[in-house]
Nanobody
Framework: QLMESGGGLVQPGGSLRLSCAAS????????IGWFRQAPGKEREGVSC????????DYADSVKGRFTISKNNARDTVYLEMTSLKPEDTAVYYC??????????????????WGQGTLVTVSS
């Protein structure tokens, strides 16, 4: 099970940190990441963190602004979001089994989804 937190309303240019706590499994053995879905749009892969070598991958739209990290001891993954734009507004989902360097960050391989947390970027 995955449980996200940290969403909310932020002004353009602002920052926000999302957290995702895993239960029932350990992050040591699974790739973990984030997807998002904006109103009226398809789900989009945002970032993925590999369990094997801690390599990361990001959507082009967030490169240089978002950073994924994890704390294995706490089985928690984070998404640090900076320089937020209105187009970043979406429900953000924590996922397990994403794949780095793969089309759509391995959407078709994802086994576990969180319930989502809403991020709204607006003035």
């Amino acid at each position: 099970q995955l449980m996200e937190s940290g969403g909310g309303l932020v002004q353009p240019g602002g920052s926000l940190r999302l957290s995702c706590a895993a239960s029932g499994f350990t992050l040591d053995y699974y790739a973990i990441g984030w997807f998002r879905q904006a109103p009226g749009k398809e789900r989009e892969g945002v970032s993925c963190l590999s369990s094997s070598d801690d390599s990361t991958d990001y959507a082009d739209s967030v490169k240089g602004r978002f950073t994924i990290s994890k704390n294995n001891a706490r089985d928690t993954v984070y998404l640090e979001m900076t320089s937020l734009k209105p187009e970043d507004t979406a429900v953000y989902y924590c996922v397990r089994d994403c794949r780095v360097k793969e089309r759509d960050l391995g959407y078709r391989y994802i086994e576990v989804w969180g319930q989502g947390t809403l991020v709204t970027v607006s003035s």
